[in-house]
């Protein structure tokens, strides 16, 4: 995977420097509160939802542990129906296959779709670099890309800005990119999507190479589909000679049978809405119709080592729905910056981890941003157990590195560091195995806690920084039951 965003700290870092941000927390807020209302009406009008749930499951599964043959089919079909298929190992790879499939065609502009995989490789720089420049056409990438900005949401790219500020970064920057904004733009919303669309639009019209992502791909015929909500999708798609399609392998799915699930699911828990207003599919070329020119670059990086993974590899099941974002606590108060990747919140903190690995500070931290309540799970339209797979990669890094492929089975690396940790785990099942040990320790932490301190030191300062221990109370459970139930537990013993 490409790496994270220049210059981001762990998660612990960034997040506390975030919920300082009156504004921002403001923002999102609002905006997931909303979403998750929508959502929740829209899923409840579903009377089979957890039957489709468990659908989209099996289906994603299923797939999964036959990924080769679902890929082989789908390069064969794509190629039947008039396509080219490249297959790319990382981001670097996928870069200069994109790169030179542009350079052949002797442009130096393209239009995008909103693609997280083209983001995931840092596609946008890469084409910078070769004197290519790339415009997004997603309202809200349009908003990051001009306000020299990153995305904080998978849905939402600018869910931390508000109206006002959108206005001042079109009024600002719009004519560095082509059209200008009109004169006297207000922050309405209307104003603002015009704004928008007349600075896109000329762009529409000559572009002559286009570049999208998928949200699925049909092995049985080699279709492609995209989903949005705007229409520059179907532009960026129709539009120009050459479409370049950059892929995640884990978008495959085998028929269109199985597309009628995610078709259903995806929707409202995306955007809350009974189907999507574009639901764009293409299969190769067609005389007459569309791109003259279609490549499909299928993307590996990390994906296969994830696969690997028995616990890990169910986060290839997301279908980029962003609803585990909506209703996680700790994303709505640190905003998706914090994750330092592509993929923010609860499914950014298992997938980042797994296609990167855990050596950088920031992987490292993100199994630990969240409070592992399960909201996640609950509304994952594909049932990811997001926090089963938290507590796992937790494992990984407390033993030292990222998984070892070994046979048939996943191992671990030495452990190298939290040896305090480990130590303290050591004495707690020397003492809990020790009834007479646990007791004395009890009584004696019980008599001495007015010398208790608040926070503890050294390492311990890492989760005590932003609570405090809990009191010891004045006498033990076990003293407290003697006392109150006798010896045996007896109800009416004296007291």
Not at 110 to 119: H, I, P
Not at 331 to 356: D, K, M, N, T, W
Not at 422 to 443: H, I, K, Q, S, Y
Not at 474 to 485: G, M, N
Request: charged share 25%.
């Amino acid at each position: 995977m490409s790496g994270t965003f220049v210059g981001m700290p762990a998660f612990p870092e960034a997040a506390r420097e975030a919920v300082g941000n009156a504004t921002l927390r403001g923002n999102l807020r609002h905006a997931t509160h909303t979403i998750r209302a929508k959502r929740a009406r829209a899923v409840a009008e579903v009377s089979d939802w957890a039957g489709l749930r468990e659908a989209g499951r099996r289906i994603k599964d299923h797939t999964l542990h036959h990924l080769d043959r679902y890929l082989k089919q789908l390069e064969e079909s794509v190629t039947a129906a008039g396509g080219t298929v490249h297959w790319a190992a990382d981001a670097a790879e996928a870069n200069r296959i994109v790169a030179g499939l542009v350079k052949a065609t002797g442009e130096t502009e393209v239009v995008k779709v909103k693609s997280m995989a083209t983001q995931e490789i840092g596609l946008n720089e890469a084409l910078e670099a070769e004197g290519i420049r790339a415009y997004e056409t997603d309202l809200a990438e349009l908003i990051v890309q001009l306000g020299k900005d990153r995305p904080s949401h998978i849905l939402v790219p600018a869910i931390h800005r508000n109206r006002g500020e959108i206005r001042d970064i079109f009024v600002n920057e719009m004519g560095e990119w082509g059209r200008p904004a009109p004169e006297g733009l207000s922050d309405t919303p209307a104003e603002l999507a015009e704004a928008a669309r007349l600075h896109l639009r000329e762009k529409f019209l000559r572009a002559e190479v286009g570049i999208s992502g998928a949200n699925f791909m049909v092995a049985e015929t080699g279709t492609l589909v995209v989903v949005e909500s705007e229409g520059n999708g179907r532009m960026c798609l129709t539009l120009p000679k050459t479409l370049i399609s950059v892929v995640g392998i884990e978008k495959v799915v085998p028929t269109w049978r199985d597309l009628e699930v995610f078709l259903q699911t995806l929707p409202r828990s995306s955007t809350a809405e009974r189907m999507n207003p574009y639901t764009s599919t293409w299969t190769g070329t067609t005389d007459g119709d569309g791109p003259s020119t279609f490549h499909l670059v299928l993307l590996d990086n990390g994906r296969t080592d994830t696969l690997a993974d028995e616990v890990g590899r169910q986060a290839l099941r997301c279908i980029r729905c962003s609803a585990c974002l909506n209703v996680c606590p700790v994303y709505e108060r640190a905003g998706g910056h914090a994750y330092g990747s592509v993929y923010p919140g609860p499914i950014g903190a298992i997938l980042s981890p797994q296609l990167r690995g855990t050596a950088s500070e920031i992987d490292a931290s993100l199994p630990y941003a969240s409070s592992l309540c399960g909201a996640c799970y609950e509304v994952c339209p594909v049932a990811i157990d997001i926090p089963e797979v938290l507590v796992h990669l937790r494992e990984r890094v407390a033993e030292g590195g990222p998984a070892v492929r070994q046979g048939n089975r996943v191992l671990l690396k030495p452990a190298k560091g939290h040896a305090a940790e480990r130590a303290a785990m050591r004495a707690a099942r020397w003492a809990l195995t020790r009834p007479g040990v646990l007791r004395t320790g009890e009584r004696l932490a019980s008599r001495t806690r007015r010398l208790h301190p608040r926070t503890l030191p050294g390492p311990g300062r890492a989760w005590t920084g932003t609570r405090d221990l809990p009191p010891v109370p004045a006498e033990p459970f076990r003293d407290w039951w003697r006392r109150t139930r006798g010896e045996n537990g007896d109800k009416g013993a004296a007291k």
